[in-house]
């Protein structure tokens, strides 16, 4: 531990009320303790006691404890080694560190710690106040994940609304298209029909020399004509079915899922 000006700093934890002599360390089994009282500093050895003041700390507390100080494999762990180890900051393991012993001086000034009975009351209202956070951070955490879960489905409601408003709308356009080129084309047949009615007019309008003059080449027009717009009156019919049909269908209500 090095020294200076009245201070000590010992593994991360220092304070000006640390004795002006230090506390020599035995490892692995030896902690300095401030009571708090006439006691002053105290160095506690007993490995059962040890064991019971690192067991008031969270599980990430004592690991760095023991790591520090060597209690569990009898080697002292350096601050950059305990940092690569646990992958934190070398501030943060000092912070962890101190507060840890805060929590184990806070017990050595309020409990009797050679007190099993004290001890163990003591360990058992840390341990029903541990449960305690725990079951509000698992209710806080449910509360999350429910929250979570509803803006998922909702998200997810959205999407699917937005699919459905775009496949409506897709099957409005197909249909608008659809019924612009049926009608374009009855449009075509009617005009093509009316032209032939026409022609069919003026021919059957000839006198009577015209007739006598082309005879046969006039009647063979004539048929041919004829069919034509018989071919053509089938066509605007289907033409007028398929955009009657195409009327009578409309594109599907959006359905909400």
Known sequence: MAQKRGQVQTRGFSTSRWPKNGVKFNFPWTLPFNCGDSRGWVSISDPVLVEKLISLLSPREATIVRMRYGLSDHHVHTVAEISESIGLSKGRIY?????????MMWVCRNVDIHDPEALDAEFERRQAKAAKHAEHDAE???????????????????????????????????????????????????????????????????GWFTKKLRGRRLLYQLSTLR?????????????????????????????TP
């Open 95 to 103: 912070q962890i560190e101190g507060k840890a012993f805060r929590r």
């Open 140 to 206: 806080h955490e449910t509360q999350v994940q429910n929250a979570k879960e509803h803006a998922r489905r909702r998200r997810l409601e959205l999407e699917q609304e937005r699919a459905a408003r775009q496949r409506a709308e897709s099957a409005k356009n197909a249909r608008r298209r659809k019924l612009h080129l049926a009608e374009a084309d009855l449009l075509n047949l009617r005009s093509l029909a009316a032209d032939l009615n026409i022609r069919i007019a003026r021919m059957e309008q000839h």
């Open 227 to 255: 069919e034509q717009r018989m071919s053509l009156s089938r066509a605007i019919k289907h033409a007028e079915e398929r955009v009657s049909g195409i009327y009578a269908d409309p594109p599907a209500a959006k359905q």
